[in-house]
């Protein structure tokens, strides 16, 4: 199954991709096709932040991934690398489990 | 003979000057790579899925969103379903740069997977065609190479080191959407979008299924996307 959905994702991006550069231009024109297009990877994405951070199954929890968040926005607001930012969020959750 | 003799030696400082651009973009855009790699492997993926994925789809947040939705519990088809959504920027990438690329059959085929969010910036920097095309060329080639070694070693190093929680492997997945998402507050209307997509996938959480909250986060992007104000905006007729 898991194998499967790697596939669709790949044929799937790939054809998106390929729509661009194939489709023409007036098709995908409209000020609003293009409008949502631009704000749907912000909503999905704090989407994918929030339920990563805070959800647990079909639960709500607040635990030490909420103290790797808080140290990535932090991290994030100083314009610290990606990789800093994320290895971090990563050392701060581990050590607030550690502690806790 | 002279004037041709200095437009070669421009157009060879030119095309120094953008293959550095590509090189230290795609060395960047590595270290995401390697997370990726990582959090892939530590997750529901084997190594072979995870690097799969770099290959085949070759775009990041798409890649996260899959790997994250099944990390979550989700089922494989929420995670597919998230992860085209966040591909579909790239067909309008693809749009905006296919009169710059003028490319037809196999080289079309070929710029396609190069098609994604840092080799769509590089180009369209430029409005020399020649020098953009080679940008995008360029940029696309050296993310490829790096992001596919990138992950390898990121899944490799995380399937090496065990248990994903010890090290807070599962906290670094929210982290990376953030910081996946950052550079793209700079909108106001952007930051509203955010917070109501963060909102809304978090309220239904308690109700549906894994995965199927961050979809129903996509809405708040539809909803604002087709605000009269939002659509007329300048930006968002770039």
């Known amino acids: 199954m898991i194998w499967a959905a790697v596939l669709a994702t790949s044929v799937g991006c790939y054809l998106l991709k390929l729509a661009g550069l194939s489709v023409p231009a007036r098709v995908l024109e409209s000020p609003r096709v293009r409008s949502v297009a631009m704000l749907l990877p912000v909503a999905l994405l704090a989407g ?5 951070t805070f959800g647990l199954g079909r639960s709500l929890s607040l635990d030490a991934r909420a103290a790797g968040l808080a140290y990535a926005v932090v991290a994030l607001l100083l314009r610290a690398p990606f990789l800093v930012v994320v290895v971090g969020a990563a050392a ?3 050590l607030v489990r550690a502690v806790a | ?5 200095a437009a070669a030696q421009e157009w060879e400082a030119v095309r120094r000057k953008v293959l550095r651009d590509a090189l230290g973009i795609a060395v ?3 270290s995401y790579g390697i997370s990726y790699g990582a959090i892939g492997s530590a997750s529901r993926l084997s190594v072979a899925q995870t690097c799969a994925l770099s290959v085949l789809a070759f775009t990041g947040g798409s890649q996260f969103a899959l790997v994250g939705v099944l990390a979550s519990g989700g089922s494989p088809a929420s995670g597919t379903a998230t992860a085209l959504l966040l591909g579909s920027r790239n067909t309008m990438y693809g749009l905006r740069l296919a009169p710059t690329l003028q490319v037809r059959g196999l080289r079309r085929a070929l710029a396609a997977q190069f098609v994604i969010d840092e080799s769509t910036a590089m180009a369209i920097r430029h409005r020399d065609e ?3 095309r080679l940008a995008f060329w360029t940029t696309g080639l050296s993310i490829f190479v790096l992001w596919n070694v990138a ?11 065990g248990n994903p929680s010890r090290f807070g492997l599962d906290a670094a997945v929210g982290a990376a959407f953030l910081a996946l998402l950052w550079p793209r507050l700079a909108d106001p209307v952007a930051r509203v979008v955010a917070l109501g997509g963060a909102a809304v996938a978090l309220l239904l959480t308690p109700f549906l299924t894994p995965g199927v909250p961050v979809l129903a986060a996509g809405l708040v992007a539809v909803a604002f996307g087709l605000w009269p104000s939002v659509v007329a905006r300048p930006e968002a007729a770039r």
């Open chain 1, 92 to 94: 701060v959750a581990a």
């Open chain 2, 130 to 132: 020649r020098v953009a």
């Open chain 2, 151 to 161: 992950t390898l070693v990121g899944a490799l190093g995380a399937s090496a080191l």
């Open chain 2, 1 to 5: 003979m002279s004037t041709t003799g």
């Open chain 1, 48 to 52: 994918l932040a929030a339920v990563q």
């Open chain 2, 28 to 30: 960047a855009v590595s």
